[in-house]
């Protein structure tokens, strides 16, 4: 699922790109895609672009009138840009906004339906979408810390709970928490003070760096390699590949359709942490330390 970084990318350039034009034409292909109609998407017709803002992990597009476009798009959605005159990317666009010079398509890979488009009508319909996070890369050290500790959770559900922090999702989460050097299952309510301060240090450095990275690569040209899995990672999504610290073979935790990737021997002092699925499994013979794997 995109994330902060990546949805920030999206707005910057949607903004430098498209801010000030009219719509032609709002097309919306696939009706499931297409959660509120209040206004409806023929009233954005010829309406111009004011404002893009990230909400969370979300996009608004502000046009004329106040009317609102919200976009989330979940785990497979993506935005592509096509100037006038260029092919359609591949695969079927769920959406189409037409400006006079190209067409930004929102697609979705694969089967399941979960990337969502609401058309709302002034700022009290907007700020519904707006879940309570505290935005990370402006939080001072103190509020951030309060955040923090406001609920009794695990590091890693602290955060990516879009009601805790705005923006952090499975991938970040990960990167962040190797910065700090904190296991994910550390609960909130353990954490001194140093502790604190230096999640909040790598929650502020690790998503400022990505931004500066992704910029940089990108420069004038519109996202399309948008990834939860970089090579530049440090552990997301690099299960048994070297740590880059200590080279040891990072580890996993599954469950539902995510993991969580960590180094033992940075992270949790050489301990493993449960496998739902496996340590149920193998019970007694679970690997306890990762001087039993090596």
């Not at 995109?2 to 999206?10: A, F, M, S």
């Not at 979960?114 to 935005?135: K, N, T, W, Y």
């Not at 090579?231 to 070297?242: I, S, T």
């Not at 935790?253 to 995510?258: G, H, K, M, P, T």
Request: net charge positive.
């Amino acid at each position: 699922m995109p994330e902060l970084p990546d949805v920030e990318l999206y707005r910057e350039r949607l903004e430098a790109m498209l801010l000030g034009a009219p719509l032609v034409r709002l097309e919306v292909a696939n009706p499931f895609l297409l959660r509120s109609v209040s206004p409806s998407p023929d009233a954005f017709r010829d309406l111009t672009l004011r404002r893009v803002r990230r909400i969370g992990k979300r996009l608004a597009l502000g046009f004329d009138s106040d009317a609102w476009a919200v976009i989330h798009l979940m785990i497979a959605g993506r935005l592509r840009w096509r100037a006038e005159g260029r092919k359609a990317p591949a695969g079927r666009a769920q959406a189409r906004f037409v400006f006079p010079g190209g067409t930004l398509h929102f697609t979705e890979a694969g089967s399941k339906r979960r990337a969502s488009l609401h058309l709302v009508q002034g700022e009290p319909a907007l700020a519904i979408f707006d879940r309570g996070g505290l935005e990370p890369l402006t939080a001072s050290p103190d509020t951030f810390a309060m955040r923090v500790r406001s609920a009794r959770h695990t590091l890693k559900r602290a955060l990516t709970d879009p009601k805790i922090f705005s923006g952090i999702g499975n991938a970040y989460s990960d990167e962040i928490l190797f910065r700090a050097r904190l296991s994910p299952l550390q609960l909130t309510t353990n954490l001194d003070d140093a502790e604190l301060r230096r999640l909040h240090e790598a929650t502020c450095a690790e998503l400022t760096s990505w931004l500066v990275r992704l910029r940089a690569a990108l420069g004038e040209g519109f996202p399309e390699e948008v990834t939860a899995f970089r090579p530049g990672m440090a552990v997301h999504g690099r299960f048994g590949e070297p740590c880059p610290e200590c080279g040891t073979p990072v580890q996993r935790i599954r469950y539902a359709e995510n993991e969580t990737n960590y180094c033992a021997r940075c992270q949790t002092g050489g301990r493993l942490l449960a496998d739902r699925g496996m340590s149920r499994l193998l019970k007694e013979d679970w690997p306890r330390s990762i001087d039993d794997v090596e």
